[in-house]
């Protein structure tokens, strides 16, 4: 006899299975806190199995750390596309601005997801926690110069108000008419610390 009780599956080489898990991890993830989500909901949103799902990856801290690399580099990419596009020569409070502003579309895109780590309401994994902190502190060594400490600690700070504002952004939902006040206040924060912009 048949069994009619299990989850029909889709036969996918190994890329593409793995590409299905990674996409169905992604909307359990922005969609539910960590604690709720289950492996086995995964498995079943995927059309998969949990133990092929565990042949994939070692559980669900490191899927999750996955998804949230994945995000990562897409915004990086797409803040990279952004100053590709400007003029040369743009001053750097233009280049620092399209780059937040792309960053607003990325927290416009998953507002629930994107705050909840800030508030401390999902219970985030270490392992993704410690990859936000190494992605932040290799964007900044990139922007500040070694020599300047002021320069650091003003992109230190210049992040920690743009989480903070788009937080605050997050819970007026995200109103489109409002990006320019939060990235003007943003730059000014950031204009102020660094005091001066060509230095």
Known sequence: MVRQDRTPRRRLDPDSRREAIL??????????????????SIAADAQASSSLVYRYFA????????????????LLDKQAAALDALDEGVPVRDRIGAATLVY???VASHPDAWAAPLRGSRG???????????????YVERLAPPEQARHEYALWGYYGFVDAACLRWVDKGCPPDE??????AALGC????????AA
């Open 59 to 74: 559980g669900k801290e490191e899927l999750y750390a996955q998804v949230v690399g994945l995000a990562i580099e897409e």
């Open 124 to 138: 985030e994994p270490q392992a993704a926690a410690e990859l936000r902190v190494r992605v932040r502190a290799d």
């Open 104 to 106: 607003l579309d990325h």
């Open 190 to 197: 950031l204009g102020g610390a660094l005091g001066d912009w």
């Open 23 to 40: 996409a169905a991890a992604a909307a359990a993830f922005a969609d539910r806190p960590f604690a709720d989500v289950t492996i086995a």
């Open 179 to 184: 990006r320019w006040a939060l990235v003007d």
